[in-house]
Structure formats: structure tokens, C-alpha cells
């Protein structure tokens, strides 16, 4: 059963922005980017070089949890965000949304960061990502390797969004 609200998570670089507006805008629903959610001391930290604590992501996660259960419209609601712990995706209340997880290699993120503007995680904490990611077991599970446009078509397939949205 389709939630009323789409998480793509990944590591950062894997396309969970590019995927989630895209996704948005193909099915009419509304899009919410976590990295907006971040307190500027948390911003600050990533651009500074360093790796974020528990403590440090708690308020985001907050932030995050309230966003979705205050989601009360008829659209979907898709959320960008990283989501790397089994223990964040429990705390946002894992029966609320629908889990897409963007999967790559250490190799294309980091070209993907490499070549990526305007964005305040360096390539220098890749390394910490990759750390603390704990691959879901209960997701629909898609490789960064298909481009941004296939793999909307493949969420939408795998997810049914469409048999959902016209009911």
C-alpha cells in the first residue's frame, strides 16, 4: 500500500533531489528537500568538513517527522533526504511513507559530487556517508546508474502512483 508521502533517501550525491522534484512534478505532488530542514549550525558544520552526530541531526529529524505528519493534502508528498540510519527511518515513523532508496557506488557518487555545484556537503565527507549508510531491507531499492527520467518511470510502475492518484 502507497503512503501518502514518498521518501527518497540515499548518500549525498546519489540524485534524491533531482529524483524527488521530478517525481513531484510528474505526479502532481508536493516536494519538500530535507536539506532545508537543517539548522544553519548544522549547514555550517557539513561546510566546514565535518560529519554530523545523532545529537546534531535530532532537531532536523524534528523538522523532518513534522513535515510528514502535518501532511494533510490530497497530493503526495515527496521528501528528499538522506535517511542513512535504520534509526532515523524508525524515529520519522517508518509506516508513514513510502521508501525509495537511490543506490550507488562509492565511484559515481563521487564523480557525481565532483561536478556538482552550489551545495554545501564536500566531497571530503563521502567517506562518512558510506559509514553510516545502512542499506534498508524494506524499499523499493533503484540504481543511480538509470538516469533521473527512468527511474521516476520506474517508481511510478513499481509504486502503482497513478492506479492511487485515480482513486
Not at 80 to 89: D, F, G, I, T, V
Amino acid at each position: 500500500m502507497l503512503n501518502q508521502c514518498i521518501l527518497i533517501m540515499g548518500i549525498s550525491g546519489s540524485g534524491k533531489t533531482t529524483t524527488g522534484k521530478l517525481l513531484a512534478n510528474k505526479i502532481g505532488g508536493d516536494f519538500l528537500d530535507a536539506d532545508d530542514l537543517h539548522p544553519r549550525c548544522n549547514i555550517q558544520k557539513i561546510k566546514n568538513g565535518y560529519s554530523l552526530t545523532d545529537q546534531d541531526r535530532a532537531p532536523w529529524l524534528e523538522e523532518i517527522i513534522s513535515a510528514i505528519t502535518n501532511h494533510h493534502r490530497q497530493q503526495i508528498l515527496v521528501i528528499a533526504c538522506s535517511a542513512l540510519k535504520k534509526s532515523y527511518r524508525e524515529k520519522m515513523g517508518r509506516q508513514n511513507y513510502t521508501l525509495v532508496f537511490l543506490d550507488g557506488s562509492k565511484t559515481q557518487i563521487s564523480e557525481r559530487l565532483a561536478s556538482r555545484e552550489n551545495h554545501f556537503m564536500p566531497q571530503t565527507l563521502l567517506k562518512s556517508q558510506f559509514n553510516d549508510l545502512e542499506k534498508p531491507s524494506t524499499a523499493l531499492n533503484i540504481s543511480i546508474s538509470d538516469t533521473p527520467d527512468e527511474i521516476v518511470r520506474i517508481i511510478i510502475r513499481e509504486l502503482g502512483i497513478f492506479d492511487v492518484q485515480r482513486n
